[in-house]
């Protein structure tokens, strides 16, 4: 996808993939979008056209406008989301920072009530069979149980092979939704009044309460995210013309299921007895369509916990999230599993389950969150615009329309809070003081890093490796360091060469990895100080790459030898004459918060959390893909403020 014309390419596998990978959560969401409308209130004109009126207005300002549109168009060299916008414009705005780590908080805080309430959606279904129609809550409970535990525990396994079926399934899906709906519109031939906005807007101002209505209104455009984040498996061509087969079966579904329920004007309607969705099919059809929808929920949860493996690694390389260990089950790129946020949304999800039993009562605490992410998308986005140098009106435009949109529905989501929409913020709240966390205790620790001249220490350290009365350390010592000016390096290496214990080595390496904005780019460089004695490499990585550094150095080493830039045979007598290649160490520098710090109250917790994090995340040469068996851990105290001067008085001796 890297190039532009590809990205903007159609083809009619992509487009069948696009419907796999993007649109689980968004065609889902006729399952329970009109149930939660209805819920509790007397079926009537206004709630039925009104609450049409606006999803399909919500579909096409939100879904369409602002994400099919214009968000596509902001793509890091052919990939989307939240965080690869953020690495489009944190370089412009310090600030940016915060809107990214806010809303990919919040989106992967939502993404744990995805899974809980399609599945439990669908499951739901059995009740219109009348051989089921007295099944039990914990019954269900425990179908949708044993559903989510199985999605869990074949994240590990990768779904190359599965994903085939994901795209022709949902085209089933889809399809299913439109000819359900047109077969139902023959009810009520009235329901396309609601392609009016007058009808929205009628709802919102008259109907009593008619402006909360929004809450459940949201629900049909919490999946547009998704569009964006899966930029960089579809490309912008097939998004863009399966979005126009998938809005038109979601509004002719929408249709039917308002036609239908025009005829039942006067019921007040109870979403955990019944569900419009399940309502439109044949008697004979029910069982077929059940299954159907529970296949399409496992495939939107499917696509949005490799999308939380995804925004999770991203955060990662980008320096917001702490070190986890993530695996790469398929060769298909950018596909990757991080077994400890599995069991995060693993946990998330059976709670969510546990807690709320009934989709109708998920239906309440779904939404809240995924608002502020799209708020926080709108805020980076109109600043990518104004990078762009996009016309200032143009920008204007934009902010106001959406941000009174998505403001709307934040307020109107805000009613959910005390229904169970705390869990998720709680859930939000906990991932962003995690991301917070890590990001500034990051930027505190780096400012106390001391760097040192490397010219300066040059001589000394070509003496240290010539001083054959030392004993040899190994051939070859590598070093990672943060030094992004080539001239420095940190203090408390040269301490680790020449202080500790003098470290003998025939080369000296310094290894330096920086994350670029660009997301697949794999470039390095190097530097010789000294010929054969003292090298750096640096690493451009782009910020989705596998940070495998040993295997890349090695590759670096091999290359150089090939260009006779360096010489590795072993320096031992009896191995150079049989050309035997010599050892390498690499060092690793671990700090730990000394004791010895007076630092402000908010900086001390935002370290002790760092600390804390790091425990239980990835170690750094696990993080950096270096072989344990090669590594020496070395432990430094940190000093983050000046140590106050101790004032002793010597006692004179009698």
Request: one cysteine or more; proline letters at 3%.
């Amino acid at each position: 996808m890297g190039t532009t014309t590809n990205l903007n390419k159609a083809t009619l596998a992509g487009i069948i993939i696009a419907l796999g990978i993007i649109y689980g959560d968004i065609g889902t969401s006729p399952l329970y979008v009109f149930n939660e409308i209805c819920n509790g209130k007397v079926i009537d004109e206004l709630l039925i056209l009104g609450g049409l009126s606006c999803i399909i207005w919500t579909l096409t300002l939100q879904t369409t406008v602002k994400y099919v549109i214009l968000t596509l168009k902001a793509d890091n060299k052919g990939e989307g989301g939240i965080f690869s916008l953020f690495a489009l414009v944190r370089r412009h705005g310090k600030w940016t920072v915060f809107p990214a780590m806010i809303g990919g908080a919040a989106l992967l805080a939502d993404g744990m009530i995805t899974p809980p309430i399609s599945v439990a959606s669908a499951i739901e279904g059995l009740r219109q069979i009348p051989a089921f129609s007295d099944i039990s809550t914990w019954t269900i409970i425990n179908i949708v149980l044993a559903i989510l535990t199985a999605l869990f525990f074949f994240q590990q396994f990768g779904t190359a092979n599965l994903g085939k079926l994901f795209g022709p399934i949902m085209f089933i899906w889809f399809t299913m939704l439109a000819v359900l709906g047109l077969y139902h519109v023959n009810d009520e031939w009235g329901i396309f009044r609601a392609l009016n906005p007058y009808y929205a807007i009628k709802l919102l101002t008259v109907y009593p309460k008619g402006f909360w209505i929004l809450g459940a209104v949201f629900l049909c455009t919490t999946g547009a995210e998704a569009l964006y984040s899966d930029l960089g498996h579809c490309g912008r061509g097939n998004i863009r013309i399966s979005w126009i087969f998938v809005k038109t079966c979601l509004i002719l579904n929408y249709v039917g299921q308002g036609a239908w329920l025009l005829n039942h004007r006067g019921q007040v309607w109870n979403a955990s007895k019944s569900n419009p969705f399940y309502n439109l099919m044949p008697e004979w059809f029910t069982l077929i369509g059940i299954i159907i929808a529970t296949v399409a929920a496992i495939i939107a949860s499917q696509a949005l916990i490799s999308g939380s493996f995804t925004l999770i690694g991203e955060a990662i390389k980008l320096n917001l999230w702490p070190k986890m260990k993530i695996q790469f089950p398929s060769v298909e790129r950018g596909q990757l599993f991080i077994p400890g946020i599995n069991l995060l949304l693993f946990i998330g999800c059976v709670g969510i389950v546990l807690i709320f039993q009934e989709s109708s009562n998920m239906g309440a605490a779904y939404g809240l969150a995924i608002t502020v992410t799209m708020i926080m998308t709108s805020c980076l986005f109109s600043y990518y615009m104004f990078i762009k140098r996009v016309p200032l009106v143009w920008i204007l435009t934009y902010l106001i329309v959406f941000l009174t949109i998505e403001s709307s529905f934040l307020f109107a989501n805000l009613q959910k809070f005390k229904h169970g929409g705390y869990v998720t913020l709680i859930m939000g709240g906990i991932l962003f003081m995690t991301m917070l966390t890590w990001f500034k205790a990051r930027k505190i620790k780096n400012r106390y890093v001391e760097f040192v001249r490397v010219e300066d220490y040059v001589s000394i350290i070509q003496e240290l490796s010539n001083d054959t009365s030392i004993t040899k350390y190994a051939t070859h010592l590598v070093y990672l360091t943060s030094a992004n000016n080539p001239k420095e390096i940190e203090h408390k290496i040269i301490y680790s060469i020449l202080y500790r214990k003098p470290k003998r080595a025939d080369i000296y390496w310094f290894v330096h990895v920086d994350v670029l904005d660009d997301p697949y780019t794999m470039e390095y460089s190097v530097q010789t100080i000294i010929p054969n004695q003292i090298i750096r490499v640096e690493f451009r990585l782009g910020f989705r790459v596998e940070h495998r550094i040993q295997m890349m150095f090695l590759k670096v080493v091999e290359e150089m030898v090939k260009n006779k830039e360096v010489n590795v045979v072993s320096r031992y007598e009896s191995l150079s004459k049989n050309n035997v290649m010599g050892d390498f160490r690499f060092i690793v520098m671990e700090k730990f918060l000394s004791r010895d710090n007076t630092l402000p109250l908010w900086q001390r917790l935002m370290m002790r959390g760092y600390f804390l994090l790091k425990k239980f995340s990835l170690s750094e040469e696990r993080g950096f893909g270096l072989d344990p068996s090669d590594v020496t851990l070395e432990k430094y105290p940190l000093y983050v403020s000046s140590i106050p001067e101790v004032q002793l008085k010597r006692l004179e001796e009698n």
